[in-house]
T-cell receptor
Framework: AQSVTQPDIHITVSEGASLELRCNYSYGATPYLFWYVQSPGQGLQLLLKYFSGDTLVQGIKGFEAEFKRSQSSFNLRKPSVHWSDAAEYFCAVGGNNAGNMLTFGGGTRLMVKP | NAGVTQTPKFRILKIGQSMTLQCTQDMNHNYMYWYRQDPGMGLKLIYYSVGAGITDKGEVPNGYNVSRSTTEDFPLRLELAAPSQTSVYFC?????????????FGDGTRLSIL
């Protein structure tokens, strides 16, 4: 069965500092990996996705993520955080299953200090 | 372009009441999903549908029912509301083609059962 672990429930960074959110997955074959962001009271918005090719993927809002098969990780990064990045971030894994279903991690809540 | 629309946005129910959460999408997506989101737990799949007339259970289907009579609509029904069903409910949709298709989310329905 596939699973996703986001080890950090809460992270606080200063505005302008770099950010890395961790995501570890468990999946038997090549996974399809996604990062979503959720602002308060909103639905989930796709930041980026990986399914093959270059292991460093670029997303919206200046985010990037790197797929590392040897570590079963797909960490999200941003070089300089803005106050508007404060939100909850979810990593998700999908695969070759009927219905294109995803399994989500528990989420990481990001707070940004001025 | 509306995307995925959920109604209502908020609702308070009494124990034992029933209600239907509405979800409609205008992107001609074949696949649709219902999730519930509880604090620290990420999103859990309740039911999904791969097309009109076809539905299947997800990870946490007990206490819920769905139907899919059209491509656009995928309502979720709670027959006998229980306090454990207090949650935020999200509807999502995706294209059928390819396992790497991202899911697109509505803004959610916040449901409290007292």
């Amino acid at each position: 069965a596939q699973s996703v672990t986001q080890p950090d429930i809460h992270i606080t960074v200063s505005e302008g500092a770099s950010l890395e959110l961790r995501c570890n997955y468990s999946y038997g074959a090549t996974p399809y990996l996604f990062w979503y962001v959720q602002s308060p009271g909103q639905g989930l918005q796709l930041l980026l996705k990986y399914f093959s090719g270059d292991t460093l993927v670029q997303g919206i809002k200046g985010f990037e993520a790197e797929f590392k098969r040897s570590q079963s990780s797909f960490n999200l990064r941003k070089p300089s955080v803005h106050w508007s990045d404060a939100a909850e971030y979810f990593c998700a894994v999908g695969g070759n299953n009927a219905g294109n279903m995803l399994t989500f991690g528990g989420g990481t809540r990001l707070m940004v200090k001025p | 372009n509306a995307g995925v629309t959920q109604t209502p946005k908020f609702r308070i129910l009494k124990i034992g009441q029933s209600m239907t959460l509405q979800c409609t999408q205008d992107m001609n997506h074949n696949y649709m999903y219902w999730y519930r989101q509880d604090p620290g737990m990420g999103l859990k799949l309740i039911y999904y549908s791969v097309g009109a007339g076809i539905t299947d259970k997800g990870e946490v289907p007990n206490g819920y029912n769905v139907s899919r009579s059209t491509t656009e609509d995928f309502p979720l029904r709670l027959e006998l509301a229980a306090p454990s069903q207090t949650s935020v409910y999200f509807c999502a949709s995706s294209f059928r083609a390819g396992q790497n298709q991202p899911q697109h989310f509505g803004d959610g329905t916040r449901l409290s059962i007292l």
